[in-house]
């Protein structure tokens, strides 16, 4: 379980965090969104301090029932922030967040380590051809429908940890075809499912492992946590935690977190035990 980074190869056999920095002004959860450049800078420091592997950069929100902004949005919001950021810590690998070609040549043009698309490359028919042209890993999410619809009622004809894993198949060929040699396969928890759903996939998360790539589990103060607990995203770490122990127990190998120190601590006591 390697995957080449800008030159770097990176064991995801120890399981690695990738760090989550919104910038735009209406994700879900309020302390991951920054968009003035200072504070992006501050909360990069801390994660990075925090020990995360990866920071992963979003510009266009994809919380259920976000409508899409312009590309050229999307773009004013990232570039010049990742431009600092890759100058500020060049040894940083930062992925972006986005299911736009154009978006993610510009963001691999300036120094981005990896693309994270939510759609897998169906809202964007370029997308694997231009992340293959530069030979960067590629995270693949399932998504049903878009942001802005994806929650109204969730359904699947088949069961879903049967029905994510022929879809994945379809995506590593068509990826390996496009020139894309590191694929990460992201279920997509809280992307077109039920709470149901969601928690049916967690408990067969390690059903994944049969497609031979290494495995994301984004779960972090989603509503499958706090809409089960009947609180709330900012009450929900406790949660996340529990949701992160039982994805590495079931053969994650990329947590991607809001909170670093902790999904650290959770890797670290499971290591400890095995």
């Known amino acids: 379980m390697q995957i080449q980074c800008k030159g770097n190869l990176i064991d995801l056999s120890q399981p690695k965090v990738m760090g989550i920095i919104n910038l735009t002004p209406d994700s879900f959860y309020a302390e991951s969104r920054q968009q003035e450049i200072d504070n992006v800078l501050k909360l990069c420091d801390k994660m990075l301090s925090d020990g995360a592997d990866f920071i992963d950069l979003g510009a266009c929100s994809s919380k259920p029932g976000a409508e899409a902004v312009s590309e050229a949005e999307e773009m004013q919001r990232l570039l010049p922030t990742l431009e600092e950021l890759c100058k500020r810590y060049p040894t940083a690998l930062f992925s972006i967040d986005t299911y736009r070609a154009t978006v993610a040549k510009e963001s691999l043009e300036l120094g981005a380590a990896m693309i ?22 590629y995270i ?97 770490l406790n949660g996340t935690s529990v949701a992160h122990t039982l994805a590495l127990q079931k053969g994650a190998n990329i947590l991607r977190v809001h909170d670093v120190r902790e999904a650290k601590e959770c890797i670290k006591i499971l290591e400890a035990v095995q």
Do not use: C, W
């Open 116 to 137: 994270n698309d939510i759609s897998a490359g169906n809202l964007d028919a370029n997308m694997l051809t231009t992340v293959g042209h530069y030979k960067a890993p």
């Open 140 to 236: 693949a999410m399932h998504m049903q429908g878009t942001p802005e619809n994806m929650q109204n009622n969730p359904n699947y004809e088949n069961d879903i940890v049967e029905t994510l894993i022929y879809f994945f198949s379809q995506k590593i060929k068509a990826a390996y075809a496009a020139g894309i040699n590191d694929i990460i396969l992201d279920p997509g928890f809280g992307f077109g499912k039920t709470i149901a759903h969601n928690y049916k996939m967690l408990k067969h998360f390690d059903h994944f492992q049969v497609l031979g790539q290494p495995l994301l589990a984004g779960v972090s103060r989603k509503s499958m946590i706090y809409k089960l607990l009947e609180s709330s995203p900012e009450e929900a």
